[in-house]
């Protein structure tokens, strides 16, 4: 029983840094434990728009949604889809890179942010030498 316990513990830290759950075998209960709650969305809906200010990391479990960024015009320039089992957004950026609208009715995990303006560890500096 102990080993278990231990792979649980392992699979909810992995979790908790890369902000996807259901990669790791999480289940709703153990996703709660991690202080993540479960938002219901309806189609159109939108999730967060680009340059506001990060308050959670999203999980998508259910539906689907788009990203995209809003170029000169107004125009909505698609970056990308989220399935069941993507994240959002990023864990490590203070602001949402891009916004993300909800295409079906969709349910999505929600976890406070990892790395806020002036609190939390920041990511390493990925420049090249």
Request: some cysteine; charged content about 20%; hydrophobic content about 40%.
């Amino acid at each position: 029983m102990v080993g278990n316990q231990e792979g649980i513990h392992s699979r909810k830290i992995a979790a908790t840094l890369l902000g996807s759950g259901k990669q790791f075998g999480l289940t709703e209960v153990e996703q709660r434990e991690i202080g993540g709650h479960r938002i219901d969305f309806l189609p159109k809906a939108t999730i967060f728009k680009e340059g506001e200010p990060k308050a959670a990391v999203y999980k998508l479990s259910q539906g689907m949604a788009v990203r995209y960024w809003i170029r000169a015009g107004g125009r909505k320039q698609i970056v990308g889809f989220a399935l069941p089992g993507d994240s959002l957004n990023s864990a490590f950026a203070d602001r949402h890179t891009c916004s993300v609208n909800v295409i079906s009715q969709a349910t999505a995990w929600a976890f406070a942010a990892v790395c806020e303006s002036g609190s939390g560890p920041k990511p390493p500096s990925l420049s090249r030498r």
